[in-house]
C-alpha cells in the first residue's frame, strides 16, 4: 500500500529536520519542491532550464512550472511506495493539482502533518540560523514578519482543504527537542 504525506510548517517550524527523519520511519523518498529545482537546474533539463531563467529575472516559479516538476517526480519508480511532499502544496491550486496527479496513478494522499510553533519561538529560531549560516532572509525582522505572514496566508487554505477533502489532518506541537518532535508525528502517523 502506498502511503503520501504532505508536511505543512512555517520558516524555522524544523520541517527539514523532520522530513530527514520521516522519509526513514515511512520508507519513502521526501520530495523537496528546493531540492527539485536544484536538481533539474544540475541536469540542464528543458524545466531546470525555465526556472533558472525565471529566477534570474527575479520572479516567482509559476504553479504550471513547479506543478510539472512535482508530475515528473511523482513519476519515477521510487515514489511508487509514497513520498514524503515538503514544500509542496503551497496554495489551494497546487493542492487540488497534486490529487489529480496522484489519482491518475491510482494513489491518494493520506495524511498532512502540520508543524506548529509559536511566531516568538519562530523568529528566535530563524534569527539563529540567519547568525549561524549567514542567511540575510533569516536574519532581517521584516522579511523574518513577511515570511511568516505568506505561510499563514498560504497554508491556512490548503490545509482547511485538506480537511474539507476528508484527508487526516495531524497538528503537531513544534516547540520542544527534535527527538520529541519525531515521536510525535511518528505517533500521530501510526509509524
Not at 487526516?168 to 509509524?191: C, M, N
Amino acid at each position: 500500500m502506498s502511503r503520501y504525506v504532505v508536511l505543512f510548517g512555517p520558516p524555522g517550524a524544523g520541517k527539514g529536520t523532520q522530513a530527514a527523519r520521516l522519509k526513514d520511519a515511512l520508507g519513502v523518498p521526501h520530495i523537496s519542491t528546493g531540492d527539485m529545482f536544484r536538481d533539474h537546474k544540475k541536469r540542464q533539463t528543458a524545466l531546470g532550464q525555465q526556472v533558472d531563467a525565471i529566477l534570474a529575472r527575479g520572479d516567482l516559479v509559476p504553479d504550471s512550472v513547479t506543478n510539472d516538476m512535482v508530475d515528473e517526480r511523482l513519476g519515477r519508480p521510487d515514489v511508487a511506495p509514497g513520498a514524503l511532499l515538503d514544500g509542496y502544496p503551497r496554495n489551494v491550486a497546487q493542492a487540488q493539482e497534486l490529487d489529480r496527479m496522484l489519482e491518475a496513478r491510482g494513489r491518494r494522499l493520506g495524511d498532512v502533518v502540520v508543524i506548529e510553533v509559536p511566531d516568538d519561538e519562530l523568529k528566535a529560531r530563524l534569527k539563529k540560523r540567519g547568525l549561524d549560516s549567514g542567511r540575510a532572509d533569516d536574519q532581517d525582522d521584516a522579511t523574518i514578519q513577511n515570511r511568516l505572514e505568506t505561510y499563514v496566508a498560504q497554508s491556512a487554505p490548503c490545509v482547511a482543504f485538506y480537511a474539507g477533502s476528508g484527508r487526516r489532518v495531524h497538528r503537531i506541537p513544534g516547540l520542544g527537542t527534535p527527538d520529541e518532535v519525531t515521536a510525535r508525528i511518528v505517533a500521530a502517523l501510526g509509524l
